[in-house]
């Protein structure tokens, strides 16, 4: 006679506490989320990274004047020392420069010109050189000849050149005309036009090894059509290097401009970018107002050393090879 097997009593599953569900629950379970918390000084860098875009956004709740505004400007307040010493007053919290405007309130609406150019930069350059890119790698032949020598003859000078050469053809062709948007639009042009061959290189060479993989060949197969293939099935795949380029070249572009700006061929002084305001403050750096030029350029390397912490983190945490 065989005993009987009487089951164990089977405890209820406590269902155990998660972050969320769906694509929020897949994000917070990822490995580039792990590392990004487990980086106590890239959590940092996102947050100053953060905050400069925050108040960029809310520059006209935040400052205490127009900058752009000649109307709210009084010579009679320009030089002002900043508000902890001596001669300070207030509500000039940095002080003002040589037009009286309020260099707190003149760096919150150069952050928003330099990050215009930057963000507006990065998206052209990105989108000509992904398009580039995919056409080189996918089509070969002496299309992708064209382009990559091209791309070649570009990479033999620094961006900054072709970025100037861009800005001084435009600006010979039109004169003393351009207003300050048409400037913003011309530096945005030329700093994408400088930009562009690290995406189509990169691009290019994901699209090369891709595109002989069997889910292509069954794309073909059924008759999509190629630029159909190339952007939903190909270009999803490089998608990580794209994203590292970018924010590196975020901060390449905010200092192109920037750099652009100093040298007289950027933003005007009516509608200073950071740029611009380094240049202003550079001439009374010897006259004893400092804080003319020091502010703007402590704001100006804060913002990029962080943007670069983040592009070097989001290198690493998307490198398959350090996982």
Do not use: C
Request: a neutral charge; zero cysteines; charged letters at 10%.
């Amino acid at each position: 006679m065989t005993d009987a097997v009487v089951p164990h009593p089977v405890e209820p599953s406590v269902p155990r506490p998660h972050a969320g569900s769906g694509w929020l629950k897949r994000a917070l379970d990822s490995d580039v989320f792990y590392s990004f918390r487990r980086s106590k000084m890239t959590m940092v860098a996102a947050a100053v990274t953060l905050l400069f875009f925050l108040l960029a956004l809310l520059a006209p709740l935040l400052a205490v004047q127009n900058p752009f505004d000649p109307a709210q400007l009084q010579l009679m307040n320009s030089r002002i020392s900043p508000l902890w010493t001596a001669d300070g007053q207030s509500p000039f919290l940095l002080g003002t420069d040589e037009q009286g405007r309020d260099v707190f309130s003149a760096i919150l609406y150069g952050l928003r010109i330099s990050l215009t150019v930057g963000v507006l930069g990065v998206l052209f350059s990105g989108t000509l050189g992904i398009i580039l890119g995919l056409i080189a790698g996918y089509v070969g032949g002496a299309v992708d000849g064209l382009i990559m020598r091209i791309a070649d003859v570009q990479l033999t000078f620094p961006a900054i050149l072709i970025a100037l050469l861009i800005n001084g053809v435009v600006k010979s062709v039109f004169g003393n005309s351009l207003d300050a948007m048409s400037t913003l639009t011309v530096l945005v042009f030329a700093i994408g036009l400088s930009f562009w061959v690290q995406y189509a290189r990169t691009v290019r060479g994901s699209v090369m090894v891709e595109k002989n993989k069997d889910y292509v060949a069954a794309a073909q197969l059924i008759g999509l059509p190629a630029p159909v293939i190339m952007l939903r099935h190909v270009l999803p795949n490089a998608m990580g290097p794209i994203l590292v380029i970018a924010t590196i070249n975020l901060a390449l572009a905010v200092i192109t401009e920037a750099t652009l700006s100093f040298l007289g061929a950027g933003m005007p002084d009516t509608m200073p970018s950071l740029g611009t305001l380094i240049r202003i403050g550079n001439n009374y750096l010897f006259a004893g107002e400092w804080w003319i030029v020091a502010f703007p350029g402590l704001a100006l390397a804060s913002l990029i050393l962080a943007i670069n912490l983040l592009g070097d983190w989001l290198r690493d945490a998307l490198n398959p090879k350090l996982r």
